[in-house]
């Protein structure tokens, strides 16, 4: 029996992703840096987030010892994609899950929105969302509350080229 997605626990991933501060985002890897404690210079996908958090690892989900690949009920996912576990964890169609944990150039607004990685990821599941009749006008006043634009960058950690 297909039950079709879990659009409460996407919510809360929506929720859980909003609480990250924006710099600690990244679409395009699973997970970019660590830093000594999560909160400490890390930066992840939201998958990789949504893995580390303990509502999702309840259910199951979490990441290979290396950070390299997710892992579904303590086993390293192997050669499925990001997009193929998730589709698993939100019971999504494959279609929705490579929409929504893809990298950043496969979202709807595409890289010339000036939107940061958490913003963008946010915009398309609010709109996922919106489409499946999952987001109340009260739900919505709620969402967007802070800036949608990505923190300038520390000019101390560019690189000149």
């Known amino acids: 029996m297909d039950t079709g ?3 409460e626990l996407l919510k809360d991933a929506y929720a859980i992703i909003d609480g990250l501060p924006e710099t600690a985002i ?3 890897k699973l997970v970019t840096a660590r830093g000594e404690a ?3 210079g890390t ?9 580390q958090h303990p509502a999702f690892k309840a259910l199951g989900l979490g990441l290979a010892d290396d950070d390299s690949q997710l892992a579904l009920n303590g ?4 050669t499925d994609s990001v997009p193929q576990v998730m589709a698993r964890v939100f019971a ?11 990298d950043r150039r496969t979202y709807t607004l595409g890289d010339d929105s000036g ?3 958490k913003r963008l990821w946010l915009h398309e599941v609010r709109d996922f969302l919106r489409e499946h009749g999952q987001i109340s006008e009260d739900f919505e006043d709620r969402l967007e509350t802070r800036g949608p634009f990505a923190e300038p960058p520390n000019a101390s950690e560019i690189r000149a080229i």
């Open 5 to 7: 997605p879990d659009y």
């Open 26 to 28: 990244d679409l395009d």
């Open 38 to 40: 999560l909160d400490q």
């Open 43 to 51: 930066v992840c996908s939201p998958a990789a987030w949504l893995a």
């Open 75 to 78: 086993q390293p996912t192997g």
């Open 92 to 102: 999504l169609r494959q279609v929705d899950a490579d929409r929504l944990f893809a």
């Open 115 to 117: 939107l940061s990685d």
